[in-house]
């Protein structure tokens, strides 16, 4: 938290955005509904998982939804991201990043690859998010025990070619070292022509286990 919100007693959300839940009625309804959802969801033994043997997930998923139906509202609010931010992640279903950076809805793109990993395909997302929604800063979390440590370029292409006839044309992104990989991400973003704003970008490794955030200079 920057030093003027700590001295001015802010919970931890910059002024003026919707992370000030005393900011209204709404806004308050929408934290309450995020932080019971979250209990529901996240924290409570979930009776449902003893039925996915005959559940397929998304038929969880829609009975969830269902559940949840006056409980989850839209967001008339801007599509650009208040905190004027990019966080790119893994889809590791572990990394909790709403949880671990205590996000609200709007304030910030996530943006998530198997590996968040800066990629083409990231490029492009980060183009549209600097260049049409106002995001700024970008914020790279790459993490412990990921699964692209697990395998090389060469034995997943061997695999897919073995199993389909066709080597895909896309590289793997495997990488042997997290914080390396994390600099290379950090390059990757710094340097391309296609994103105005590449001055603030900063990396970090999510320790699965510990839920620890390390920043990699
Ligand atoms: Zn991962």
Sequence with gaps: MPPAWRAQGHPGYPPGTRGALRLGAERTTTAVTRLVTFIRIDLCPRPGIAGMDRMAAIDLLLKRNAELKDAVRGDRSSPRPSLH????TCMDARIRVFELFGLLQ???HVLRNAGGVVTDDMIRSLALSQRKLGTKE?????????????????????????????????????????????RQSIRRVRTSQYLPHTDVVRGFVYDVRTGQLTEVS
């Excluded at 931010?85 to 790119?88: M, N, W």
């Design 106 to 108: 709007g304030e910030s």
């Design 85 to 88: 931010v990019a966080i790119l």
């Design 138 to 182: 970008v914020l790279i979390v790459q993490h412990t025990e990921c699964g692209l440590n697990a395998v090389t370029e060469d034995s997943f292409k061997d695999e897919l070619e073995a199993d389909t006839g066709i080597r895909p044309p896309w590289a793997v992104e495997a990488f042997r070292d997290v914080h390396d990989n994390v």
